[in-house]
Nanobody
Framework: QVQLVEVGGGLVQAGGSLRLSCAASGRTFSDYVMAWFRQAPGKEREFVAAIGWSASITYYADSVKGRFTISRDNAKNTVYLQMNSLKLEDTAVYYC????????????????WGKGTLVTVSS
């Protein structure tokens, strides 16, 4: 069993920045392919970014590419999401997740979920 706890959400103005953190416990963190998803009000949960066992391999949704950066610190069992140039449409609950395999993007391809943290972008 894996436990994921997200922190760092909050209220930020459009154009601002925010960093989310997700602490993992359970099996060896370095074995996990980690990801962030988000769910806006009234919308389906969607993929945001993922990072492989090596911190150098990442992939992103087109909507956040160039603005968001996913990273990990295996010594701290933590994955991060640095969000810059935030837009109103980035408002959502952000979820940390463990993917079944590298390359996955679908909700059905997630093994474990965190409980989420709310990010609200205001004008």
């Amino acid at each position: 069993q894996v436990q994921l706890v997200e922190v760092g959400g909050g209220l930020v103005q459009a154009g601002g920045s925010l960093r989310l953190s997700c602490a993992a416990s359970g099996r060896t963190f370095s074995d996990y392919v980690m990801a962030w998803f988000r769910q806006a009000p009234g919308k389906e949960r969607e993929f945001v970014a993922a990072i492989g066992w090596s911190a150098s391999i990442t992939y992103y949704a087109d909507s956040v590419k160039g603005r968001f950066t996913i990273s990990r610190d295996n010594a701290k069992n933590t994955v991060y999401l640095q969000m810059n140039s935030l837009k109103l449409e980035d408002t959502a609950v952000y979820y940390c997740a463990v993917l079944k395999y590298y390359g996955a993007r679908l909700v059905s391809e997630v093994d474990y979920w965190g409980k989420g943290t709310l990010v609200t972008v205001s004008s």
